[in-house]
């Protein structure tokens, strides 16, 4: 968290509406492209975003210790996913969102569209872990608390995901040497 991060989040936790719609402003992006890879739907990415930065300014004043403030707004973000997706039935859609910038050439498209089956062809408790792990940056013990499964399940769940990515990709000459996840 960066000087002008904890800035803004002090002047909103005072009630400076302005620092708010700055705080808005700055973190839209990278609650909308989080929501994206949770719901793999555009719409409700946007409505759940507006709904994240409502329970965030409700909730802000709350947060007695603002070096917290990372691991409590990805928490919040995540758990405004998970408790999205319980509510609802999945409906696969083409639409997901992976990369943070656009792609430059027509071999990152085509890496973006492999990627995109790939994840659309795992299980939803696959893909949840599966980003949890790897886009959220949560260790094994958080998803297994937030998601309320066993580690062990979290792990077989993370490895059957790993694998079937894994095998996508090998298949696919196009994108032969992409990543598909750190080991640990």
């Known amino acids: 968290m960066t000087d002008k991060d904890l800035e803004i989040v002090l002047r909103c936790r005072s009630g400076d509406e302005e620092a708010f719609t700055d705080f808005v402003l700055h973190y839209t992006p990278y609650v ?12 409700e ?8 930065f409502l329970k965030v300014h409700r909730s802000l004043s709350q947060l007695h ?13 995540t758990n405004a996913c998970l408790d999205h997706l319980k509510k609802k039935t999945p409906v696969p859609t083409a639409e997901f969102e992976l990369d943070r910038a656009a792609p430059s050439g027509p071999e ?13 062809g795992l299980s939803l408790e696959q893909r949840q872990v599966l980003l949890l792990r790897e886009w959220q940056g949560y260790e094994y013990r958080e998803i297994a608390e937030l998601m309320g499964i066993p ?3 979290v792990k077989s769940r993370l490895f059957s995901a790993r694998a079937h990515l894994k095998n996508v990709l090998e298949e696919e000459p196009r994108v ?9």
Do not use: C, M, N
């Open 176 to 184: 032969r040497g992409t990543s598909t996840g750190r080991d640990r």
């Open 45 to 52: 990415a946007e409505d759940l975003t507006q709904e994240i």
């Open 151 to 153: 580690l062990g399940t």
């Open 32 to 43: 909308y492209r989080t929501a994206v890879a949770f719901l793999h739907d555009r719409t």
């Open 108 to 120: 990152q498209w085509e890496t973006r569209l492999v990627l995109r089956e790939a994840l659309a």
């Open 65 to 77: 210790d603002l070096r917290t403030f990372p691991a409590w707004f990805k928490r919040l973000i």
